[in-house]
């Protein structure tokens, strides 16, 4: 050897583990750094030294730097380097792969890549116009050995994954490398195949016999499969398909193969999930065989039992889950498209497979499988097949158990706990996850309702009495509350969104439920009390699915009202209006909220009730501390709802001046002019000046925000929800009519313009003060302690960061905000309103 490349070899050598060695100093290690690269950049001897360090009486650090060292030569030099270099470096690339490693289960797996790169890199350069023999001199290296087998597959890979995947070679080389690779395909293809086959086989033969022989050819099957994934998702279907799909039959038999079984499973995914052409992935259908479905099933079963507390089962249960519902989505694709092409084999074994995996706890591998519920509900023909028209009453109960939402991380009152530790970091996490698949799972309710309602409404109505008969099971050692991981809660609001699912949908079918069974269940859920929050909002939600029964016994509407108005005035003893509880509101939010659906939906019904409906709604708004400004502008929603039912223009106007009565004194009134008349003024009034004050019952600039917000609110509400009749002939008969055009056609006008118009200068003003407050010499006039109330709200912050909200249960806790909080709760719904 050159004295010379000896002694670089040894001072490079002697860097590298300069660099390494803990026990170095900052200074010797920089100086180190920089002899190493200073050599990369600059020597010309990068590829005699790289060659030296490269031998394997090196230590492994030491080979890969000279790996590096000769991939960066073939990089950045190659155009500098003359023909005999070339070949000089092409002739040891192969010499390397031959015998410059150590064997295949001792040698490191950084230098095996390594080593494959280099002749990757020389491949991209010179093959196959100046390098054609490189087909040949690899598949003579694949004769020597496992070790230089697996090489040989490292080199093919990284070629593919260079040129198809991350695309780094030049267009032009790019072109020829793929040219050269699809020329070559059939045999490359035959040679993965062969060399799958016999490693597998030789890996069981020497199982017992020679254990250390088994692993060797065990390692190469996994490189066979590696290399495989990443030919597969662009050659030829027909390549795949050769030789009546020996590949897809022999990747299904290594499913029942522990160590292999991932590796296959991700083959027959990149397969199954191939687009196209229909009619070529009809040999797809292989996979319905009888043999395929049964490794399927048992390798599943097999799987299932260490998945719980087995990353990498679990992770294969995932792989084998998303082949069953690839396959499914291309039999909808060929299902009635390609001739001959109808109902596969063993569609009933695919279709118990699939709901194994819906009924699986780990809620990830059940959201897998929506999608192809209902994209078999949805399609022409499938939805009409009897098998899986067998198994809508199976999906049925199965969503029973799945829309509860248990399966959090940090609980353990659900199998799916086990699974959610090792598919989420959080809780938070998981909520975003579930709030996705409760929504899948609803949609695919949904659509089974659409081809068997009645079987749908029945099981509503089972699962409805069922629950209503059940003691309340609270899941705590008080039992008087129910908290959001209550079993009854759970169980209640599962069942809410069944219902909800149920109605919405039956009435798009030719179904009609028997009345006289729909007015006795809405009547059993009005006859049920509760005094819990929780379970009350859920039986508001059902009721509310249910008032389409309404029409079938209006004697009923009464119950009704008088349920819905004891959710809008629940409240526990000692509570008012400043530290109701976050269930409590709720409820008393949800149930103004139902009044207006069914004041919206049912007009008709509740307009003979209105007088009575409006004198309640009075009389429970003279009390001051009974409802909030909030309760009260969303019940004046649905009275403005039905008060359009009269079609009369004075009577609706009277009315809605009369509602807007009190807001229109406090918005016209001098103190409020004054309040608008500049951004400062705006500001001291709403106390943006001003040390925040506490308890908010001492703040009189709060009250002032509410009255602001109040008066807003009406206007919005009698904008939103006035209107003049649909019926040109009605408008005209009720008095709407502003003027005729000379065509014939009509202006109408609404009821609430001309009393919202006189509130309209206040109104500009507002706004022009609200939007002054942020010119910097406005800003200086905040206090320092609400200098953060101009700021974006916590909700809106995690939005656009994409963190979800943090998991607390605070339903029991009361509603507290701290005066930064309120203000600026304040300014985002005034922004948002503006």
């Known amino acids: 050897m050159d004295p010379q490349i000896s002694s670089l070899a040894n001072e490079l050598s002697n860097s590298i583990e300069t660099i390494l060695n803990p026990s170095s100093s900052q200074n010797d290690r920089q100086i180190a750094h920089k002899i190493c690269e200073e050599f990369k950049d600059s020597s010309p001897f990068c590829v005699p030294v790289g060659l030296v360090l490269a031998d394997k009486s090196y230590k492994p650090v030491v080979r890969h730097f000279g790996l590096q060292l000769l991939e960066h030569a073939i990089k950045f030099r190659w155009i ?12 040891n ?6 015998n410059g490693t150590l064997g295949i289960l001792e040698e490191e797996f950084h230098i095996k890549d390594a080593v494959a790169r280099i002749t990757v890199e020389l491949a991209k350069r010179e ?37 198809v995947l991350l695309q780094t070679i030049p267009h032009q080389r790019r072109r020829e490398i793929m040219l050269g690779l699809t020329a070559n395909m059939k045999d490359l293809f035959e040679m993965f195949v062969q060399f799958l086959r016999l490693h597998t086989n030789l890996a069981d033969e020497n199982l017992t016999s020679d254990p250390q022989k088994s692993k060797a050819h065990l390692r190469v099957s ?17 390549l795949i398909f050769t030789n009546n799909s020996v590949l897809l039959q022999m990747l299904c038999l290594l499913l029942g193969n522990s160590s292999l079984q991932l590796l296959a499973a991700e083959c027959l995914l990149t397969i199954v999930g191939r687009k196209g052409k229909v009619e070529e992935r009809k040999p797809l259908l292989v996979l319905f065989s009888d043999e395929a479905m049964k490794i399927i099933l048992s390798t599943a079963a097999a799987a299932e039992k260490s998945s719980a507390h087995d990353e990498y089962y679990y992770l294969f249960l995932k792989k084998l889950c998303l082949v069953l519902t690839d396959l499914g989505k291309q039999v909808c694709a060929l299902w009635g498209v390609v001739p001959d092409c109808k109902q596969p084999p063993n569609f009933a074994m695919y279709l118990e497979a699939l709901m194994a995996f819906t009924q699986h706890p780990s809620q990830i591998l059940s959201s897998y499988t929506q999608s192809v519920w209902q994209a078999f509900m949805r399609h022409e023909f499938i939805s009409k097949d009897p098998i899986l028209l067998s198994f809508i009453p199976k999906l049925f109960e199965t969503s029973t158990k799945i829309l509860l939402k248990v399966g959090f991380p940090s609980k353990d009152n659900s199998p799916s706990c086990d699974y959610s530790r ?10 975003a996850f579930f709030s996705r698949y409760r929504a899948e799972v609803a949609d695919m309710v949904r659509q089974a309702v659409l081809l068997q309602p009645e079987l749908a409404f029945n099981f509503a109505k089972q699962w409805l009495e069922t629950t209503i008969c059940k003691p309340i099971d609270t899941g705590t050692e008080d039992g008087v509350m129910c908290n959001l991981s209550s079993p009854s809660f759970l169980e209640w609001d599962a069942m809410t969104l069944f219902i909800e699912s149920v109605m919405s949908r039956i009435a798009m079918t030719d179904y009609s439920p028997d009345p006289n069974m ?13 005094q819990d929050p929780l379970i009350l909002s859920s039986l508001l939600s059902c009721l509310s699915a249910l008032v389409v029964f309404l029409r079938n016994s209006t004697e009923t509407i009464p119950a009704v009202l008088e349920k819905i108005f004891s959710g809008v005035t629940f409240a526990f003893p000692g509570q008012n209006k400043s530290n109701r509880s976050r269930s409590v509101k709720n409820v008393r939010q949800h149930a103004c909220s139902m009044l207006v659906t069914i004041c919206k939906t049912q007009t008709d019904l509740i307009f003979p009730v209105f007088d009575e409906l409006y004198q309640y709604i009075k009389n429970i708004s003279t009390d001051v501390e009974q409802l909030s400004q909030m309760e009260k502008c969303i019940l004046i929603e649905a009275l403005i709802l039905v008060c359009n039912r009269f079609n009369n223009y004075e009577k609706q106007s009277s009315f809605l001046e009369e509602i807007l009565q009190p807001a229109k004194e406090l918005w016209l009134s001098e103190q409020f002019r004054q309040a608008f008349s500049g951004s400062d003024k705006w500001m001291s009034y709403i106390g943006l ?8 019952s001492e703040d009189t600039c709060g009250i002032n925000r509410s009255h602001i917000a109040y008066c807003i609110n009406m206007m919005m509400a009698v904008l939103k929800r006035s209107k003049w009749p649909e019926d040109p002939q009605v408008a005209e008969n009720g008095g709407f009519v502003l003027m005729k055009r000379d065509d014939g056609s009509v202006i109408l006008k609404n009821p609430a313009t001309v009393h919202v118009s006189r509130m309209l200068e206040n109104l500009l003003l507002f706004m022009k003060s609200m939007n002054g407050s942020w010119h910097p010499a406005m800003l200086q006039r905040r206090h320092p302690e609400l200098e953060k109330s101009f700021d974006l709200v916590e909700n809106e912050k995690h939005a656009i960061l994409g963190i979800p909200m943090p998991c607390v249960d605070n ?8 005066p930064v909080t309120r203000i600026q709760n304040f300014l985002t719904t005034m922004h948002d309103y503006g």
Do not use: H, I
Request: glycine share 2%.
């Open 80 to 91: 500098d380097m003359k023909t005999e270099e070339k070949e000089y470096l092409k002739t």
């Open 93 to 98: 690339a192969l010499q390397f792969m031959a």
């Open 127 to 163: 093959w196959p116009q100046l390098w054609p023999s490189l087909q040949e001199d690899l598949f003579k290296l694949c004769q020597m050995g496992e070790t230089q087998t697996e090489l040989v597959l490292k080199v093919y890979l990284r070629l593919v994954e260079d040129a």
């Open 222 to 238: 996994e490189a066979v499969l590696y290399t495989l994934a990443g030919y597969l998702d662009w050659v030829s279907m027909n």
């Open 422 to 431: 090792q598919d989420f970091d959080s809780d938070e996490d998981f909520s």
């Open 518 to 530: 729909g007015v006795a269940l809405l009547k059993s859920a009005l006859a049920y009390q509760s």
């Open 689 to 696: 000046d001003q040390a925040p004050r506490e308890p908010s």
């Open 811 to 818: 339903t029991s806790s009361p509603v507290c905000k701290n």
